[in-house]
């Protein structure tokens, strides 16, 4: 976790008592899974470390050094004494309890920010502070729509996180977030409970370590997971929040072409050092990203199936559909689109220059009926039918 110690109050601004439940309820149901996991004998060692530790340390922030030195000799001496069998699931429960404790303080962070109403550091709270300080709305528009940031993603073989235990603690925040709903019936308060529970169990019969040294494929991969559980859905709420808070203070949303925020990637191809790292593996990895994009977007695309049931049309839009209904006729074979993400990415053989809506040139792989890989091609369809919905009233009806 980052350092959040700077968005804390003083204690006496906000009640700390939910944290305090969420904390007790993790670790009331790590204690049970360890009970059922290890037994009663070494959950009960694994007790009373915990007590000595928390003791010691409540001892010394009351300036009792003797009495806090003399618990944490004590804890130590048991530490000693106890064999290896005994120690690695000690150290692993307590390495639980503060990983769980972590998921209840970030869930806390979210969930008083709420409660306040505002966020000190949103993009709504930033342009409006520098508007009161003098800054001009229209020098706030170009300067934020000309900015660009680039974030260059590496695979750090350092993570110490399995992606399996990523997803176990998100989904664990996620039911957490769902237990503080007020209107829930008691049946389903257990069942979030119950969830939880399992998840709890299967976070502990989850080895944490990696048995085999990673590969720089293997490392990719890990990045990659990055993009896909958290950057592909948190840049573009960043970025229409971005454009909300535009719109509030300077009368303009953010441009649909406009991309402040640009990726960029080492993975699979630091090759600082690594003998490992070679012209095969880069275009390993380069071809992992292509697939996990195409991935992304297909998923993308078959939500927007449902969500553009629009029984009407501009005239562009109409175009653009004859023409893909037609293109489609003259297919000599119909792949799923599985195998089509797959053989776009194998089969690329030639190259076709296209205009991006902001005047740049892009570049398109076509295959046969003309699989496109660059974003321009995925971009058009979607201005072409949001422009449409938008002129709804002057549209033609579908057939």
Same mark, same amino acid.
């Given at each position: 976790m980052t350092d959040s110690t700077d968005d804390y109050h003083f204690a006496e601004d906000y009640s700390l008592a939910p944290l305090i439940d969420d904390c007790n309820l993790l670790g009331s149901l790590l204690d049970d899974c360890l009970k059922s996991e290890v037994g $009663? =004998? +070494?959950?009960?060692?694994v007790e009373r470390i915990r007590s000595l530790a928390q003791c010691a340390a409540q001892l010394q922030s009351k300036h009792d050094q003797g009495a806090s030195r003399m618990l944490s000799q /004590?804890?130590?001496?048991e530490?000693?004494?106890m064999s290896l069998d005994e120690a690695m699931p000690l150290t692993r429960a307590l390495g639980h309890y503060l990983g769980l404790t972590s998921i209840a303080e970030l869930h806390h962070r979210v969930r008083r920010a709420r409660a306040e109403g505002k966020n000190p550091k949103s993009c709504d709270e930033t342009f409006e502070r520098l508007i $009161? =300080?003098? @800054?001009d709305p229209d020098d706030l528009y170009h300067e934020m729509t000309h900015q660009t940031v680039e974030i260059v993603l590496t695979a750090h073989p350092t993570q110490v996180n399995r992606r399996t235990l990523q997803y176990k603690h998100s989904k664990i925040a996620a039911l957490l977030q769902q237990h503080d709903r007020p209107d829930l019936i008691p049946e389903e308060r257990d069942q979030v409970l119950h969830d939880i529970m399992r998840e709890i169990t299967a976070l502990w019969q989850t080895d944490e +370590? /990696? #048995?085999q040294r990673p590969t720089p494929v293997d490392e990719a991969r890990g990045g990659l997971h990055v993009v896909e559980q958290s950057l592909w859905a948190a840049v573009p709420s960043f970025l229409r929040r971005l454009s909300a808070a535009l719109k509030k203070h300077t009368g303009r949303e953010l441009p649909l072409n406009a991309t402040p925020i640009r990726f960029g990637s080492w993975m &699979? &191809?630091?090759r600082d050092g690594n003998p490992n790292v070679t012209a095969k593996t880069t275009h390993h990895v380069v071809a992992l990203s292509r697939w996990m994009a195409a991935d992304l977007y297909l #998923? =993308? @695309?078959d939500v927007l199936r449902f969500e553009l049931s629009m029984s009407q049309c501009s005239d562009a839009v109409w175009v653009m559909a004859t023409d893909i209904m037609e293109d489609n006729r003259h297919r000599d074979e119909v792949l799923d689109a599985h195998a089509e993400k797959l053989h776009m990415f194998t089969h690329a053989q030639q190259n076709d220059a296209t205009k991006l809506p902001d005047g740049k040139q892009g570049t398109r792989h076509l295959r046969g009926g003309g699989v496109a890989l660059s974003s321009c091609v995925c971009q058009q369809p979607c201005i072409a039918c949001l422009s449409s919905s938008r002129d709804s009233a002057h549209a033609a009806v579908l057939p």
């Amino acid at each position: 976790m980052t350092d959040s110690t700077d968005d804390y109050h003083f204690a006496e601004d906000y009640s700390l008592a939910p944290l305090i439940d969420d904390c007790n309820l993790l670790g009331s149901l790590l204690d049970d899974c360890l009970k059922s996991e290890v037994g $009663t =004998e +070494l959950f009960n060692k694994v007790e009373r470390i915990r007590s000595l530790a928390q003791c010691a340390a409540q001892l010394q922030s009351k300036h009792d050094q003797g009495a806090s030195r003399m618990l944490s000799q /004590r804890m130590a001496d048991e530490l000693m004494n106890m064999s290896l069998d005994e120690a690695m699931p000690l150290t692993r429960a307590l390495g639980h309890y503060l990983g769980l404790t972590s998921i209840a303080e970030l869930h806390h962070r979210v969930r008083r920010a709420r409660a306040e109403g505002k966020n000190p550091k949103s993009c709504d709270e930033t342009f409006e502070r520098l508007i $009161t =300080e003098g @800054v001009d709305p229209d020098d706030l528009y170009h300067e934020m729509t000309h900015q660009t940031v680039e974030i260059v993603l590496t695979a750090h073989p350092t993570q110490v996180n399995r992606r399996t235990l990523q997803y176990k603690h998100s989904k664990i925040a996620a039911l957490l977030q769902q237990h503080d709903r007020p209107d829930l019936i008691p049946e389903e308060r257990d069942q979030v409970l119950h969830d939880i529970m399992r998840e709890i169990t299967a976070l502990w019969q989850t080895d944490e +370590l /990696r #048995r085999q040294r990673p590969t720089p494929v293997d490392e990719a991969r890990g990045g990659l997971h990055v993009v896909e559980q958290s950057l592909w859905a948190a840049v573009p709420s960043f970025l229409r929040r971005l454009s909300a808070a535009l719109k509030k203070h300077t009368g303009r949303e953010l441009p649909l072409n406009a991309t402040p925020i640009r990726f960029g990637s080492w993975m &699979g &191809g630091d090759r600082d050092g690594n003998p490992n790292v070679t012209a095969k593996t880069t275009h390993h990895v380069v071809a992992l990203s292509r697939w996990m994009a195409a991935d992304l977007y297909l #998923r =993308e @695309v078959d939500v927007l199936r449902f969500e553009l049931s629009m029984s009407q049309c501009s005239d562009a839009v109409w175009v653009m559909a004859t023409d893909i209904m037609e293109d489609n006729r003259h297919r000599d074979e119909v792949l799923d689109a599985h195998a089509e993400k797959l053989h776009m990415f194998t089969h690329a053989q030639q190259n076709d220059a296209t205009k991006l809506p902001d005047g740049k040139q892009g570049t398109r792989h076509l295959r046969g009926g003309g699989v496109a890989l660059s974003s321009c091609v995925c971009q058009q369809p979607c201005i072409a039918c949001l422009s449409s919905s938008r002129d709804s009233a002057h549209a033609a009806v579908l057939p």
